[in-house]
C-alpha cells in the first residue's frame, strides 16, 4: 500500500494583461496548506501573497503564515530566487509554504507559454504546437522551465 | 475566472515484497507530462532504479531524460544529495525538471519515515510533546532555526541552549 503521498495543485489565472495570479494546494498524509499569489508578468516580481495553513505538526506552525508576506518584492527571474524563497519563506517559516510558492514560481514560464499557444491556436487550430513551443523558447532566454 | 493554466503533481512512496521503496513521481499540466520512478534500496536508501518519460510538449531540450535519468542510479538519498542530483542532472545538457523529481522523489522516501513517529505522538499530551520535540532538537540540532516554531523566540526553544 501507499505509506506516503504528496499532491501539489497549481492554477493560474490572467486577472489583468499585467499579473498572473496563481492559486497552489499541497496536501499529504502529514501537511496540508494552499497560497495564493500574484506576480506582475513584466519581471516576474510576486506583488502579493496570502495563505492557509491547514493540518500541521506543530502548534506554533499557524506563525508561518504572517511570514509570507517577506516574499512579497522577489523576483522569480533572479538568481536564486528558489533558494531565497526557502530561506526566507522556508526557514524563517514554513518550509512547505516555500515548496507551494517554489511550484508556482516555477510554472510561470509554463503557464505565460500555455496562454500564448492557447490564443495562436484560436487563430490557426492547425498550428504545429512542438515548433511553436520551441520558437517561445528561442524567443524567451531568460526563462526557467520546471 | 476560469483558470488558464492547471498543473497536478503527485509523488507516491511504496513499499514492495522484497523490502525496496517504489517512489512514482507524475506530472501532468497544459503542455506537460512527465512520469518519473525510482526504486530505493533501505538502508543506506541507495537509488537502485530510476526511469523517466517525458510527453505532450516538453522542450527539445530535454528528450534526453530517459537516458539522463540513470545517472543516478547508485546515489544514496543522504547528505549532500541536493549538490550531487543538481551536478549530474544539471548543466547546459541537464533538464531540471528530472532534479526537480529526484529530489521530491527523495524528500518523499524521508516523509515516509518520519509519518509514523509523527502519528505515534499524535494522543501524547501538549505537555508530553512539548518535551519529546524539545528531546528532538537536542538530538539534531541541525533542526533549530529551520522554521518559525524551532527560531529562538519560540517557546519551545525555551531552556535550551541550543
Known amino acids: 500500500m501507499i505509506t506516503f503521498n504528496r499532491s501539489q495543485v497549481i492554477g493560474a489565472e490572467f486577472p489583468d494583461d499585467k499579473t498572473i495570479r ?25 506583488i502579493a501573497i496570502n495563505g492557509v495553513i491547514k493540518r500541521y505538526t506543530n502548534f506554533m506552525c499557524p506563525e508561518a503564515v504572517p511570514v509570507l508576506q517577506t516574499a512579497v518584492g522577489i523576483s522569480l527571474r533572479e538568481d536564486g530566487w528558489d533558494r531565497r524563497v526557502m530561506r526566507e519563506i522556508g526557514r524563517k517559516g514554513c518550509e512547505h509554504f516555500a515548496e507551494i510558492v517554489i511550484e508556482c514560481g516555477r510554472c510561470l514560464d509554463q503557464a505565460l507559454m500555455s496562454k500564448d499557444l492557447s490564443v495562436a491556436l484560436e ?15 528561442e524567443e524567451h532566454p531568460d526563462i526557467q522551465l520546471g | 475566472m476560469i483558470l488558464r493554466f492547471l498543473r497536478n503533481k503527485v509523488v507516491e512512496v511504496e513499499p514492495l515484497s522484497d523490502g525496496n521503496l517504489a ?33 505532450r510538449l516538453p522542450p527539445k531540450a530535454w528528450l534526453s531524460a530517459p537516458q539522463l535519468i540513470k545517472k543516478v542510479e547508485g546515489v ?61 532538537l537536542k538530538n539534531n540540532p541541525r533542526l533549530v532555526r529551520s522554521c518559525v516554531a524551532f527560531q529562538d523566540d519560540s517557546p519551545i526553544m525555551q531552556g535550551l541552549d541550543l
Open chain 1, 22 to 46: 496563481f492559486n497552489g494546494t499541497q496536501e499529504d498524509h502529514i501537511y496540508a496548506m494552499e497560497i495564493n499569489m500574484d506576480v506582475r508578468i513584466a519581471d516576474a516580481e510576486i
Open chain 2, 76 to 136: 544514496r538519498v543522504g547528505s549532500g544529495l541536493r549538490k550531487i542530483v543538481r551536478g549530474l542532472l544539471g548543466g547546459p545538457d541537464g533538464c531540471a525538471l528530472l532534479i526537480y523529481a529526484v529530489l521530491e522523489s527523495s524528500n518523499a522516501v524521508i516523509l515516509h519515515y518520519t509519518r509514523p513517529g509523527i502519528a505515534a505522538r499524535e494522543n501524547l499530551s501538549d505537555e508530553e510533546k512539548m518535551a519529546l520535540t524539545k528531546e528532538m
Open chain 1, 123 to 137: 487563430k490557426d487550430p492547425n498550428l504545429d504546437q512542438e515548433q511553436f513551443i520551441q520558437t517561445w523558447i
Open chain 2, 23 to 55: 517512489v512514482s513521481w507524475r506530472l501532468t499540466d497544459d503542455l506537460l507530462k512527465a512520469e518519473i520512478n525510482l526504486k530505493v534500496k533501505p538502508p543506506e536508501l541507495e537509488i537502485v532504479e530510476a526511469e523517466a518519460s517525458l510527453d
